[in-house]
């Protein structure tokens, strides 16, 4: 999915670079596949090293608080994590009704 993005992304925009950030930056393949998108769109491709390439908290954190917010609460002992969890499979409710309750920074 993220590679189909990419490709659009580029060309529909012309954009002269690809940067790959977050968790998926250390994944070695998805490297190879952007970075070859990239070359076929004449941008250049760029990846953070290693070290950065982790999930934003924040970004999961304000996750979080949108979910409560709109009444989403899990008790800790249900709660879990999952490593490949695609974004297409994830309920988010608070995008339509509970939009308007919810404090937007921008």
């Not at 580029?10 to 950030?21: G, M, Q, S």
């Not at 490297?31 to 998108?37: A, D, K, L, T, Y």
């Not at 304000?62 to 297409?88: F, N, Q």
Request: glycine share 6%; net charge negative; charged share 25%.
């Amino acid at each position: 999915m993220l590679t189909e993005v990419t490709e659009r992304a580029l060309a529909h925009t012309e954009k002269p670079e690809v940067l790959l950030t977050g968790g998926v930056a250390a994944n070695k393949r998805l490297q190879s596949m952007i970075r070859q998108i990239s070359e076929e769109h004449d941008a250049r491709f760029c990846v953070v090293p290693k070290e950065y390439a982790l999930d934003n908290g924040a970004m999961i954190a304000w996750t979080g608080v949108l979910a409560y917010k709109c009444g989403l609460t899990i008790p800790i002992e249900e709660s879990l994590v999952k490593l490949k969890w695609r974004l297409d499979e994830v309920d988010v409710p608070w995008v339509e009704g509970c939009r308007k309750e919810v404090s937007m920074p921008c």
